[in-house]
């Protein structure tokens, strides 16, 4: 991570085209399911963000070479040379938790430190254990790590408490390379999930229903290595792109952005105001904002409901929103953070539990100087800082450097007074 500072003047108006990047949700499993076949592996429009070097770094520790450069990661799995999940990287990044499963398929055994991440809430990793345990696997925890063995993994039918997106992705891999079928009831429907489902039928694997609530996957006994395979553009940037020009009066044009993946984005965004055109043949989406937003009601779920990754974002987008809004987290508990340091900034929000209140009649937003706690946070205060009076200066943008590729720089060249101050 690179420690640093944003400086923002409020003000601007972001008017031009954005790339959007490779999305680092389904960059990260798909790097992990290269684990599940000897060989040299090849994935195109991987972005450049800290958490895929994360991954790297833990593919490395367990004996593959791999490689990055213009945003393509080879990686050669031939000789992995330990199973185990070490604690000074999983701790960095949750999803590292994403090697469990393709290591047990492979090889019978695999540990894993209790993964960490952002501090948004619990997210508890016993769906992922209990699903493997109805794989086969014996699994046990000591000392911070889990171990699971299995001779060979068999298929089950598993029903998930939530449709997490990690879990269903965890069992999704192990259960490619089991003996016999396997059902997965209630699983995640997220578009990053149908992203890794169609890598690893490339791979061999025989998945169906990827993208509804119940997956099917006929185990085989092997798979080979994935070549060329391009990752799904990233929705949650795209989206976080949309909610900035909206709450700006900006006009931007996305580019290589999947409009059906933000179907409840945009939905919201044009109920507030905005003029939003999609072209899902051509990719682009292109975003006008109002001179004012409306208010709105937001209440995340999971897909294809609004995300929570995106709610953030809007709360910020609507703090000058002409009325009260409702933002209300479903998903994890501790996601409303950003508040506090929105408040240092003039938004007039209140909290009671997982609601918050936004009165747009009564903020006055001014530059500030605040720091972001989590990665999508981060993003909110970023567009705050857009729309402030003054001069806004984060910290803690090791968070955002988690998720998004040169964000002050794509930001930068729309027009919006954008800089970074790194500290040696």
């Given at each position: 991570?690179?420690?640093?500072?944003?400086?923002?003047?409020?003000?601007?108006?972001?008017?031009?085209?954005?790339?959007?990047?490779?999305?680092?949700?389904?960059?990260?499993?798909?790097?992990?399911?290269?684990?599940?076949?000897?060989?040299?592996?090849?994935?195109?429009?991987?972005?450049?963000?800290?958490?895929?070097?994360?991954?790297?770094?833990?593919?490395?520790?367990?004996?593959?070479?791999?490689?990055?450069?213009?945003?393509?990661?080879?990686?050669?799995?031939?000789?992995?040379?330990?199973?185990?999940?070490?604690?000074?990287?999983?701790?960095?990044?949750?999803?590292?938790?994403?090697?469990?499963?393709?290591?047990?398929?492979?090889?019978?055994?695999?540990?894993?430190?209790?993964?960490?991440?952002?501090?948004?809430?619990?997210?508890?990793?016993?769906?992922?254990?209990?699903?493997?345990?109805?794989?086969?696997?014996?699994?046990?925890?000591?000392?911070?790590?889990?171990?699971?063995?299995?001779?060979?993994?068999?298929?089950?039918?598993?029903?998930?408490?939530?449709?997490?997106?990690?879990?269903?992705?965890?069992?999704?891999?192990?259960?490619?390379?089991?003996?016999?079928?396997?059902?997965?009831?209630?699983?995640?429907?997220?578009?990053?999930?149908?992203?890794?489902?169609?890598?690893?039928?490339?791979?061999?694997?025989?998945?169906?229903?990827?993208?509804?609530?119940?997956?099917?996957?006929?185990?085989?006994?092997?798979?080979?290595?994935?070549?060329?395979?391009?990752?799904?553009?990233?929705?949650?940037?795209?989206?976080?792109?949309?909610?900035a020009a909206a709450a700006t009066r900006g006009d931007l044009l996305l580019e290589r952005?999947?409009?059906?993946?933000?179907?409840?984005?945009?939905?919201?965004?044009?109920?507030?105001?905005?003029?939003?055109?999609?072209?899902?043949?051509?990719?682009?989406?292109?975003?006008?904002?109002?001179?004012?937003?409306?208010?709105?009601?937001?209440?995340?779920?999971?897909?294809?409901?609004?995300?929570?990754?995106?709610?953030?974002?809007?709360?910020?987008?609507?703090?000058?929103?002409?009325?009260?809004?409702?933002?209300?987290?479903?998903?994890?508990?501790?996601?409303?953070?950003?508040?506090?340091?929105?408040?240092?900034?003039?938004?007039?929000?209140?909290?009671?539990?997982?609601?918050?209140?936004?009165?747009?009649?009564?903020?006055?937003?001014?530059?500030?100087?605040?720091?972001?706690?989590?990665?999508?946070?981060?993003?909110?205060?970023?567009?705050?800082?857009?729309?402030?009076?003054?001069?806004?200066?984060?910290?803690?943008?090791?968070?955002?450097?988690?998720?998004?590729?040169?964000?002050?720089?794509?930001?930068?060249?729309?027009?919006?007074?954008?800089?970074?101050?790194?500290?040696?």
């Open positions: 991570m690179r420690p640093g500072r944003l400086i923002i003047k409020g003000g601007c108006r972001p008017v031009g085209k954005v790339e959007i990047s490779g999305a680092k949700n389904a960059a990260l499993p798909l790097l992990m399911a290269t684990l599940l076949a000897k060989g040299e592996h090849r994935i195109s429009n991987v972005p450049d963000v800290t958490d895929v070097h994360t991954a790297k770094k833990l593919l490395e520790v367990l004996g593959a070479k791999a490689t990055f450069s213009d945003q393509t990661m080879t990686i050669d799995t031939t000789a992995l040379s330990q199973t185990k999940a070490p604690d000074e990287i999983v701790r960095q990044m949750r999803a590292s938790i994403l090697a469990l499963g393709p290591l047990l398929a492979r090889f019978g055994e695999a540990e894993a430190a209790m993964p960490g991440g952002c501090a948004i809430g619990e997210r508890p990793v016993n769906i992922h254990l209990d699903g493997l345990s109805a794989l086969g696997a014996m699994i046990g925890v000591e000392k911070g790590y889990i171990r699971a063995k299995a001779n060979r993994l068999a298929g089950a039918r598993i029903r998930l408490d939530f449709p997490t997106v990690t879990g269903t992705e965890n069992l999704m891999m192990a259960a490619t390379l089991a003996r016999g079928k396997t059902i997965i009831e209630n699983a995640a429907q997220e578009p990053e999930i149908v992203d890794l489902s169609s890598a690893l039928n490339a791979m061999g694997a025989q998945i169906s229903g990827a993208g509804t609530e119940q997956i099917k996957i006929e185990g085989v006994r092997e798979l080979h290595p994935l070549q060329d395979y391009e990752v799904m553009g990233d929705r949650v940037e795209a989206g976080t792109f949309l909610i952005a999947n409009s059906e993946y933000l179907i409840a984005t945009t939905a919201l965004l044009r109920q507030a105001g905005a003029v939003i055109e999609a072209d899902p043949a051509a990719r682009t989406i292109r975003v006008k904002g109002p001179e004012r937003l409306k208010s709105i009601h937001v209440v995340t779920a999971p897909y294809p409901g609004f995300p929570t990754d995106l709610q953030a974002q809007m709360m910020a987008a609507v703090t000058t929103a002409n009325g009260r809004s409702t933002i209300r987290e479903e998903i994890f508990e501790n996601r409303l953070m950003q508040v506090k340091e929105m408040q240092k900034m003039g938004a007039a929000i209140t909290v009671r539990g997982n609601m918050a209140e936004v009165n747009g009649l009564a903020s006055s937003l001014r530059g500030s100087e605040v720091r972001a706690m989590d990665l999508r946070a981060s993003a909110s205060l970023i567009i705050l800082g857009m729309m402030a009076e003054g001069t806004t200066e984060i910290t803690g943008i090791e968070h955002l450097d988690r998720g998004y590729e040169r964000i002050e720089q794509k930001l930068a060249a729309v027009g919006v007074d954008i800089s970074r101050l790194d500290i040696s």
